[in-house]
């Protein structure tokens, strides 16, 4: 009588594991750039001696580019007052192997690169100053739906 419930045990235990390890394998093939799309909200803290920066909270929000299934344009706000005010826009390239966004960009004389993993729902990552090849931000950010962030500026705000 024991042994069989040792047997019927085991074989519990093993569909449990097989199951869970399927998950876990298709969790790990779903993730590829439409994956990221959507809204995500966290902090932007500024690192380093950097007087003129200020953290702040944003809001993210990743949108597909028709035609190009690893690149993702991000609508960036920061909340002020309780509203979210366009900072800028930005083309990601996503590494499926790596599951990170990367993207250069030029602002003002500044040249950077912005640098993500994403780990589920959740993207952490720094801003790099080219120049000094140091980090002025880090990035922490979990995906949220679009009613628990303040409603977003129109698309145009963000520029061309």
């Given amino acids: 009588m024991l042994h069989h419930i040792l047997r019927g ?20 093939r779903a993730m590829n750039a439409s994956s990221i799309v959507g809204t995500w909200t966290g902090e932007s803290i500024c690192v380093g001696n950097r007087p003129a920066c200020k953290n702040e909270v944003v809001v993210y929000r990743f949108e597909p580019v028709a035609g190009n299934s690893t690149l993702l344009t991000l609508l960036a706000d920061k909340i002020i007052k309780g509203k979210r005010i366009p900072m800028y826009k930005l083309d990601f390239q996503y590494d ?8 250069d960009f030029t602002q003002g004389r500044t ?27 880090s990035v922490k950010v979990k995906r949220v739906r679009e009613d ?13």
């Fill in 111 to 137: 040249r950077g690169t912005w640098e993500y993993k994403i780990t589920g729902d959740s993207i952490e990552g720094t801003g790099i100053v080219m120049a000094s090849k140091s980090v002025a931000r």
């Fill in 9 to 28: 045990l085991i074989i519990v235990i093993c569909i449990t594991g097989l199951a869970a390890s399927g998950k876990a394998q298709g969790l790990a």
């Fill in 148 to 160: 628990q962030v303040p409603a977003a500026p129109d698309r145009n705000s963000y520029g061309p």
């Fill in 96 to 103: 499926e192997s790596k599951r990170t966004l990367s993207c």
